[in-house]
């Protein structure tokens, strides 16, 4: 049994170490799609066509559930993979909807019409594609009325984690920050909008400072994939799962094993 944790390249790691963690017996199949990253530069279409390939590549390898644990492949890829029909016995989710039920204090699946909550002022982090969807603001309408988002596209982030250049993410970020902060000087929140961020995330608290809830997606996403499966224990898929990747395996292993801190071995996808 395996499930299916995809990313673009390296940010779903943060989303899979939370799903070990909540999920110890789960087999399962991380595919980052290394040698395309960064997605959050490309247009709707190419994601879309890039993200479906990489899902129907996890499906031959025997998952039947495959979380999208990116932010820019669930806002160009989701909605359009789910109402064009999927193979049957097959499932797509995203990793919005955890996020946003957390921050509007939902549970799971409460589908009541839109309410005030307790934040008001919300800045958002995320890559420039997913900026542009505004699949964040359409989420949230559906469940909060009067709350202020301020979006930061964070360009350039992804790119320095991807090659490892962790001074250059730090400084990214923070530049990032500051310029949210002179959009919307008191956020009450932040949401970290893209998978990769959460490697990043005592530098985005530490320069929002910590009045600022910091909401990523790692744990949320986990909560919630142990809640699906235990409502849909049909989803766990066959095969043994494993780590693939499009780009260099071994560079790859190199920078999930400086991120996760253990032992992590990609092979080729
Ligand atoms: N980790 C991805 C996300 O959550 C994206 C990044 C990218 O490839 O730009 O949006």
């Known amino acids: 049994m395996a499930v299916g944790i995809f990313d673009s390249g390296l940010g779903g790691l943060t989303v899979l170490n939370a799903a070990q963690k909540r999920l110890p017996d789960v087999n399962f199949l991380y595919y980052g799609d290394n040698a395309r990253a960064p997605y959050g530069v490309r247009d709707a279409e190419d994601v879309y066509q890039l993200t479906k390939a990489a899902v129907e590549s996890m499906w ?3 998952c039947d559930l495959v979380i999208l644990a990116c ?6 890829a989701l909605r359009r993979m789910q109402e064009g029909g999927l193979p049957k016995g097959k ?10 039920e957390a921050l509007t204090e939902r549970q799971w699946g409460d589908n009541s019409p839109p309410r005030e909550v307790a934040v008001q002022h919300v800045a958002l982090f995320a890559t420039p594609a997913t900026v542009a969807s505004r699949a964040f603001q359409r989420e949230l309408a559906f469940r909060a009325i009067g709350v202020d988002v301020e979006a930061q596209s964070c360009g350039g982030v992804v790119d320095a984690i991807e090659d490892g250049d962790l001074i250059l993410a730090e400084a990214l970020v923070r530049s990032h920050v500051d310029a949210l902060m002179r959009k919307m000087p008191h956020p009450e929140a932040a949401i970290l909008g893209c998978t990769h961020y959460p490697l990043m995330e005592e530098i985005f608290q530490t320069a929002l400072g910590p009045q ?3 909401f990523s997606q790692g744990t949320l996403v986990a909560d919630s994939l ?3 499966l235990q409502r849909h224990p049909d989803m766990y898929g066959a095969g043994e799962g494993g780590y693939f990747t499009t780009g260099d395996p071994s560079r790859v292993s190199d920078r999930a094993t400086q ?4 032992e992590i071995t990609f092979q080729a996808a």
């Open 60 to 62: 031959d390898k025997g």
């Open 71 to 76: 932010n820019t492949a669930s806002a160009a």
């Open 91 to 100: 499932r797509v989710l995203g990793v919005f909807v955890p996020l946003i």
């Open 212 to 214: 600022v809830k910091v």
């Open 226 to 228: 142990a809640d699906y």
């Open 259 to 262: 991120f996760l801190r253990r």
